[in-house]
């Protein structure tokens, strides 16, 4: 089992529940999914970087991205509706869990000048967003094979409606935010 969801079990979800007053175990917030979304904007004059965006998110997430496409056209961006301009993956229960562990332990401490994620990244339904500048954090990825260097969104889905309970949630999982 995930060492992170493990931990969810035994540690996170006592506190959570003392802390809130949750009457029982499944009105606790938790992780839903994770979404890591690459938009590739430069697609639309070199057709390669899709593919190499592609490659690089399968093998940084471990499952065969989706690419998005365009939804209308937009002359000013050259851009034609049903165009790929980046590419995202879903991922849930066990391997949703051993990313996040790999981005807490490994990526975030990677980042050059890293101080803390900032706590106001939340959404007002209690989602909290990550974006990284470059997929070369990653250590799967290595920086001879790197064309380009791409930014990624990583958007942390988790039940239940409050910015408060959900900070609180990925604080307790090893989320290192800044302390303001």
Do not use: W
Request: net charge positive.
């Amino acid at each position: 089992m995930a060492r992170l969801l493990e931990k969810y079990k035994q540690q996170v979800i006592p506190q959570l529940i003392e802390k809130y007053r949750h009457r029982n175990r499944l009105s606790v917030p938790k992780l839903q999914k994770i979404v890591v979304n690459m938009g590739i904007g430069r697609a639309t004059e070199n057709k390669k970087l899709i593919d190499e965006g592609v490659k690089h998110l399968s093998v940084i997430a471990g499952q065969k991205p989706l690419i998005t496409k365009a939804k209308k056209a937009i002359s000013g961006f050259k851009l034609r509706k049903g165009q790929a301009i980046g590419c995202k993956v879903t991922l849930r229960g066990k391997r949703m869990y051993e990313f996040l562990d790999r981005i807490i332990s490994i990526v975030l401490p990677r980042i050059r000048d890293f101080r803390g994620l900032p706590a106001g990244s939340f959404d007002g339904r209690g989602n909290y967003t990550i974006g990284l500048t470059e997929q070369i954090v990653f250590p799967e990825i290595s920086v001879e094979s790197v064309e380009f260097v791409q930014g990624m969104d990583i958007t942390l889905v988790i039940t239940g409606n409050s910015n408060e309970q959900s900070f609180e949630l990925l604080r307790l999982l090893g989320m290192p935010f800044r302390s303001e």
